[in-house]
T-cell receptor, first 109, second 112 residues
Framework: QQPVQSPQAVILREGEDAVINCSSS?????VHWYRQKHGEAPVFLMI?????EQKGHEKISASFNEKKQQSSLYLTASQLSYSGTYFC??????????FGAGTILRVKS | NAGVTQTPKFRILKIGQSMTLQCTQD?????MYWYRQDPGMGLKLIYY???????DKGEVPNGYNVSRSTTEDFPLRLELAAPSQTSVYFC???????????FGSGTRLTVV
């Protein structure tokens, strides 16, 4: 079953923060986050594993609430390069990724 | 390393024609996947493979076939193309469960 992402779209000014949420009705083993620029392939950002710690690098981090089967992606001090569509992908143990519908992020100068 | 390579990048097919989308990876990943992405939508899994000789259906397998004779290659076959198969097709690969996917650059297919 497809995870639910929110919001569907968000517009930011450079330097502002954003949070993108992903929720599933299934018991999850992992949650992936990807960013896709227009006309390009999705690019892997990070993975959150069941029982793992909050992940992050530079100004992009994520968390995974195993009890609620929810994950959030945090983008702080946004840059123009952050613009794109963000997808979460959820994985039940031993199963393949199911992707959400995506969140369009646009950063304006 | 080239990563995941897909060919062709663009293709126009007439209704009823057939074609094979090629995908090869040089990262020695056992797991490979085919997804399709319709305009403004997320990715839907067509087929996947956990190793040479092993394939299984995803969410939307109808109208497609795959084979996996080597670790490197995972071609996707479209038989009797239909307008509903107009989409962007992405091949991806990964290590076993719990690791990120590496995507190819995609094949944009139009069926007219």
């Amino acid at each position: 079953q497809q995870p639910v992402q929110s919001p569907q779209a968000v517009i930011l000014r450079e330097g502002e923060d954003a949070v993108i949420n992903c929720s599933s009705s299934k018991a999850l083993y992992s949650v992936h986050w990807y960013r896709q620029k227009h006309g390009e392939a999705p690019v892997f950002l990070m993975i959150l594993l069941k029982g793992g710690e909050q992940k992050g690098h530079e100004k992009i981090s994520a968390s995974f609430n195993e009890k609620k089967q929810q994950s959030s992606l945090y983008l702080t001090a946004s840059q123009l390069s952050y613009s794109g569509t963000y997808f979460c992908g959820t994985e039940e143990y031993g199963n393949k990724l199911v992707f959400g519908a995506g969140t369009i992020l646009r950063v304006k100068s | 390393n080239a990563g995941v390579t897909q060919t062709p990048k663009f293709r126009i097919l007439k209704i009823g024609q057939s074609m094979t989308l090629q995908c090869t990876q040089d990262m020695n990943h056992n797991y490979m996947y085919w997804y399709r992405q319709d305009p403004g939508m997320g990715l839907k899994l067509i087929y996947y493979s956990v190793g040479a000789g092993i394939t299984d259906k995803g969410e939307v397998p109808n109208g497609y076939n795959v084979s996996r004779s080597t670790t490197e290659d995972f071609p996707l076959r479209l038989e009797l193309a239909a307008p509903s198969q107009t989409s962007v097709y992405f091949c991806a690969s990964s290590l076993p469960t719990g690791t990120g996917y590496t995507f190819g650059s995609g094949t944009r297919l139009t069926v007219v």
